[in-house]
């Protein structure tokens, strides 16, 4: 019978990559997610019944550890950005991370791939790079051999870096951005996918740091994105004790909302990590020692930001009927 490979957070930006590339190589896949019936999208990834969606909670031991029955290897792609409700940066990056790991050393399976982030730091005052951190340690405590990959910012079609800022160039000629100078070195999703299939197979272990070709501060990679969807926009480059205050703003609205209003705007805890450039260290195990090429976004985000454009579809024609005789 085939492998079995239990991909918690299977049917997010990072998990479906996954998913489809195992499926491709002839494993099951057990897509585990809180709502199911919205991942169906990953069905067609495989053969009939090859890749299923199954209710999982990784707040809970029994949910974690039906969905990784008869498994030979997890995944853990859960992570949330901002906390919401009972999803705190603590229960779902530490606990649900750790919790994922000590199960499955518990049934016997050793194979474990985490999907972490650049920065992740147990010491760190941001919340959200303390979880990170704290959770590696758990998954290590019970996987020593697990495979930990900490990406930069990841971009791809379905992504919430470029997708988000170009969204915003809509709304207002002025383009506002907190933390314009810190560096990022966006990496390509399917590149990060390509990286968690060499620890489910068992060809890597250890900890990566995934970035792309380049790196560069945040204004430029904006400045690239206006110049790939056409449109000409005043960046304003804020300074941090504004973006705090901001940040304050949108997380009280969040509280007196009691989460009905989700600040998916700014937090406080993301401007404090907008002050720590987002690149890989050095001497840092790398795409490199993969063997790994990773591909620059401007290979890519063409192919999906497009849409943005002033007139979508239609601004490459228009641009060539320029060039007519009348």
Known sequence: MSKLVTIYGGSGFVGRYIARHMAQLGWRVRVAVRRPNEAIFVKPYGDVGQVEPVLCNIRDDASVLAAMD?????????GILAEDRKNRFSTVQHEGAERIARLAADN?????VQLSAIGSDAGSDSDYAR????????????????????PSVIFGAEDGFFNRFAAM?????ILPLVGGNTKFQPVY??????????????EASG???????????LRAWIADMLGVIQRRKLVLNLPFFIGRLMGLGFDVLQKLTFGIWHNGVLTRDQVKLLRQDNVVSEGAKTFADLGISPTPASAVVEDYLWRFRPTGQYDAIKASAKNLQP
Do not use: F, W
Request: hydrophobic share 40%; aromatic share 2%.
């Open 207 to 217: 900890i990566y740091e995934l970035g792309g070709p380049e790196a560069k501060p």
């Open 70 to 78: 008869g498994a030979d290897a997890v995944v853990n792609c859960v």
């Open 131 to 150: 979880s990170k951190g704290l959770g590696e340690e758990g998954v290590l405590k019970h996987q020593p051999n697990a495979m930990i990959l900490r």
């Open 189 to 202: 999703v399917d590149d990060v996918a390509q990286a968690a299939v060499k620890g489910i197979l068992g």
């Open 169 to 173: 160039t809509k709304l207002s000629p």
């Open 108 to 112: 016997g399976i050793t194979t474990m």
